[in-house]
């Protein structure tokens, strides 16, 4: 194994993200879940670029946002940003309809790419916005289609014995039908073979549609909407009440304008679920909270997130020393997969890391090339096994 300079790989790790440096007007913020599972009022703050938020966001679906989460969404749907506004735009269930309406004009691409595959975004324009949405591309054409089509053969809300649900349920298909008819008509001949292809499936679901009027949705189609808001209720969580969680706030400009860092008086905070913290954790901008982020990384209840932390470089004392003791096997091995980890562990620490699984030494090494103070440690770690297993491992090592 070739000799890491802990100076040298942080000097690396600096180049790699000197992108991102210049802050877009939000952080990255730590703070421990309050009794209701919001977010205390004690906040640790690292500035972020525009390109990590929108990271952050391709990466991950955003399900069952709070009133919070809400507002900070429909905010940095403003922003002058393309990405930002193009990564608001993906979610669903968050943007208000005056938001929609102004995105749907956006003259990003992407941003309207993002918007209309947005199920929920789409419902909330009308039949004429939705034309105006697509601008006669051919791709935006197929995917508000698609997204009509979606809302008429089922229906966003699971249908229980609640009456004014179902009335509302049946109000909102009604209306879908008619948008969707209205979309047809628009692009019924175009001289696109594509769109025509998507008009005609578009036709299906109206034909469909026009031999129920009232369009109830099937009870086999109501239990599989309740199995999977279950489920996005599970997919959202951020964590135990008293537990560390991260998320997004806006800095107040003044403060950044001055070179110093300070939350925004009225910021909401965008929590960010646990799906979510591999993008966060894996592309952690250098700043001086890094290492105590990193610290809460490595703590943190989940082993995901503490086996993503395991494979940062250069991690400070505090983080390694709470991974290197972790019961977790994928933990461990991405800790003895992290070569400036190793170059900051003891021989005793990483002993006791293997304790004494030979299938972990081969998953860590098999593919590797070790330097011979690593070699002395495996020598050491089992000099008294007589399992083949590693012997040909360590064979194989010193070849």
Excluded at 2 to 9: D, E, K, N, R
Excluded at 77 to 100: F, Q
Excluded at 359 to 387: H, N
């Amino acid at each position: 194994m070739a000799q890491f300079v802990p100076h040298l790989i942080r000097s690396r790790r600096r180049r790699l993200m000197a992108t991102q440096r210049t802050s877009c007007g939000i952080a990255l913020a730590s703070f421990r879940l309050n009794d209701e599972g919001g977010a205390s009022d004690e906040m640790l703050l690292l500035p972020v670029s525009a390109s990590y938020v929108a990271n952050v966001f391709e990466s991950n679906t955003f399900r069952n946002p709070s009133e919070s989460d809400k507002r900070f969404i429909n905010r940095l749907a403003l922003n002058p940003d393309a990405r930002l506004r193009t990564a608001a735009a993906a979610v669903e269930g968050a943007l208000d309809p005056d938001t929609v309406r102004k995105l749907a004009k956006d003259p990003a691409f992407a941003v309207r790419r993002e918007l209309s595959r947005n199920e929920d975004a789409v419902g909330k324009l009308t039949a004429a916005e939705c034309v105006q949405l697509t601008q006669n591309d051919t791709s935006l054409i197929a995917n508000v289609l698609n997204m009509l089509a979606r809302i008429v053969r089922d229906p966003a809300e699971p249908l229980d014995d609640d009456l004014d649900l179902l009335e509302e349920t049946q109000k909102e298909t009604l209306c879908a039908i008619e948008k969707l008819r209205f979309v047809v008509y628009a692009f019924k001949g175009h001289s696109d073979r594509d769109v025509r292809n998507e008009v005609a499936d578009a036709v299906e679901v109206l034909t469909e549609a026009d031999k129920d009027p009232a369009f109830f949705v099937p009870v086999k189609d109501a239990k599989l909407h309740k199995i999977l808001k279950k489920r996005a209720l599970r997919e959202s969580f951020v964590g135990q009440p008293g537990e560390y969680a991260v998320g997004f706030v806006f800095l107040d400009e003044t403060a950044l304008s001055e070179g110093s860092v300070a939350l925004e008086a009225e910021s909401p905070v965008l929590r960010l679920p646990l799906d979510a913290y591999r993008e966060v954790v894996r592309d952690l901008p250098n700043g001086e909270p890094q290492d105590v982020f990193l610290e809460r990384f490595a703590s943190n209840a989940s082993a995901s997130v503490r086996e993503d932390a395991a494979q940062i470089e250069c991690l400070p004392k505090a983080a390694l020393d709470s991974l290197k003791t972790d019961d977790n096997y994928d933990v461990r091995l991405a800790l003895l997969q992290n070569e400036s980890a190793l170059t900051d562990l003891s021989e005793k620490d990483i002993i006791a890391l293997i304790r004494g699984d030979t299938g972990l030494v081969r998953d860590a090494f098999e593919y590797s090339k070790i330097g011979e103070r690593m070699r002395s440690i495996l020598e050491t770690a089992f000099e008294d096994s007589d399992d083949p297993n590693i012997a040909e491992l360590l064979e194989a090592l010193a070849e």
